[in-house]
């Protein structure tokens, strides 16, 4: 089974208008965390927000924020009034277990997002 | 502060060739990765190192080893090349005692020919 799940190739989205980018997650260990990042045609990986599976208040930084139901094992991303500039692939990824344990990460096949102005 | 650097940036290898891909970070973070980014795959995890000293395997190790030769560089080596290793190699590190964000270098291209 897939440990990250993608399940939007493609987004598009108006310029100023909210979008959230789906991701879901397959754990049985209490101990994770979620993580999403931006990737532009540059290709660096650049760290957006960051969620672990203890914190009760989901995780915000400046427009992204991540809709965490532990539940349902879902971390959306939610970006607020989009800029032409959040054109990018966007990764949803999970560290399994306790960090001191030793990291296993996984990323999930990412979604294209595109601002239309 | 350059944060976390590779070396080469690109790279074309004929079939069998070893090479060696360097990374160094002086954020003096304690674990360091090594990924591999296919097209439609996403990164996946080939091998980190949770410390100085220790390493060990992600999801896909066959075909690389790694050296974590102190805190500050961690490198992969592919002993014979093979065209499945055709990637984007991308290291990363974090700090590894609490701070989870992990800060990636730019990448390298490999080409196996």
């Known amino acids: 089974a897939q440990k990250i799940t993608q399940t939007q190739p493609g987004m598009f989205v108006q310029e100023k208008e909210a979008v959230t980018l789906d991701c879901t997650y397959d754990?049985?260990?209490?101990?994770?965390?979620l993580f999403w990042y931006k990737q532009p045609s540059s290709g660096e990986m650049i760290f957006l927000i960051y969620?672990?599976?203890?914190?009760?208040q989901n995780a915000t930084e400046g427009r992204y924020s991540l809709n965490f139901q532990k539940a349902r094992k879902s971390a959306n991303l939610v970006i607020s009034a989009s800029q032409l500039g959040d054109s990018a692939m966007y990764f949803c990824?999970?560290?399994?277990?306790?960090?001191?344990?030793?990291?296993?990460?996984?990323f999930g096949t990412g979604t294209s997002l595109t601002v239309i102005p | 502060n350059a944060g976390v650097t590779q070396t080469p940036k690109f790279q074309v290898l004929k079939t069998g060739q070893s090479m060696t891909l360097q990374c160094a970070q002086d954020?003096?973070?304690?674990?360091m990765y090594w990924y591999r980014q296919d097209p439609g795959m996403g990164l996946r995890l080939i091998y980190y190192?949770?410390?100085?000293?220790?390493?060990d395997k992600g999801e896909v190790p066959n075909g690389y080893n790694v050296s974590r030769l102190n805190k500050r560089e961690f490198s992969l080596r592919l002993e014979s090349a093979a065209p499945s290793q055709t990637s984007v190699y991308f290291c990363?590190?974090?700090?590894?005692?609490?701070?989870?964000?992990?800060?990636f270098g730019p990448g390298t291209r490999l080409l196996v020919l």
């Open positions: 990363a590190s974090s700090d590894g005692t609490g701070g989870e964000t992990q800060y």
């Open positions: 754990t049985s260990d209490p101990s994770y965390g």
């Open positions: 969620q672990g599976s203890y914190d009760q």
């Open positions: 990824a999970m560290r399994e277990g306790l960090l001191m344990a030793g990291n296993q990460f996984y």
């Open positions: 954020m003096n973070h304690n674990s």
């Open positions: 190192s949770a410390s100085e000293g220790t390493t």
